[in-house]
């Protein structure tokens, strides 16, 4: 397979693989990103990239995603063993490599940490982290309004604000059942939650 060279080129392939509300959401994210990038000073293109690739292995099912990871030797933790979602993440960053020939280090961190955040994210990361959250195709849940104005003024607290809704949706599963979080996640939260010296509030719950 050769490897594509440009943002068009991987486009039309992920046209291809992609289901058209994926496809259709990753539009979204490369361009949510471009514009974050605009905004913040960070280089459009390395966002644009990432934005476009940062789902490139979602079509693939669980089952295959760990398939994919036993096969290329990609590290799978206990919680990823149990919610194998998470791994489109890592898959999807060993793809973009390997399927579409993109060797930024950058754009392959910033796909690996859309999905949990991490702490101490980079710009590029903190930007794809965002646009995928909030990006025009994303449904108004609650909040979400708020989110996206927020995205465009500081992006630290966006970060700090979507990790909250995050955990705090997680935790609560309609079929009562607790929804496990990923400890990035959870990690991911404390640092903007002390990076933000919000210290004092207390999150519901756990
Ligand atoms: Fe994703
Ligand atoms: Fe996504």
Redesign the pocket.
């Known amino acids: 397979m050769s490897l594509a060279k440009d943002l068009m080129e991987i486009e039309e392939r992920l046209e291809k693989v992609l289901s058209a509300k994926r496809f259709f959401?990753t539009r979204g994210?490369m361009y949510t990103s471009a514009a974050l990038a605009m905004r913040y000073g960070a280089d459009m293109e390395k966002a644009m990239y990432a934005g476009l690739l940062?789902?490139c292995a979602k079509y693939l099912s669980e089952e295959e995603q760990l398939a994919q990871c036993r096969k290329h030797d990609l590290p799978v933790r206990e919680v990823e063993k149990e919610n194998p979602y998470l791994l489109h993440a890592k898959v999807g960053a060993y793809f973009a490599k390997t399927k579409y020939g993109m060797e930024d280090q950058e754009i392959l961190d910033a796909i690996t940490w859309?999905t949990t955040g991490k702490p101490e994210m980079s710009l590029l990361e903190k930007i794809v982290f965002v646009a995928?959250y909030m990006e025009p195709g994303r449904k108004n849940i609650e909040g979400m309004e708020e989110i996206r104005s927020m995205a465009f003024c500081d992006l630290d607290q966006t970060v700090y604000q979507i990790l909250y809704n995050t955990l705090n949706y997680l935790k609560k599963d309609k079929n009562g059942k607790k929804k496990e979080i990923d400890c990035m996640t959870q990690e991911a939260y404390n640092y903007y939650k002390k990076l933000l010296g919000k210290g004092q509030e207390k999150q519901e719950g756990r």
Do not use: F, G
Request: hydrophobic content about 15%.
């Open positions: 959401h994210v940062h789902d859309h995928d």
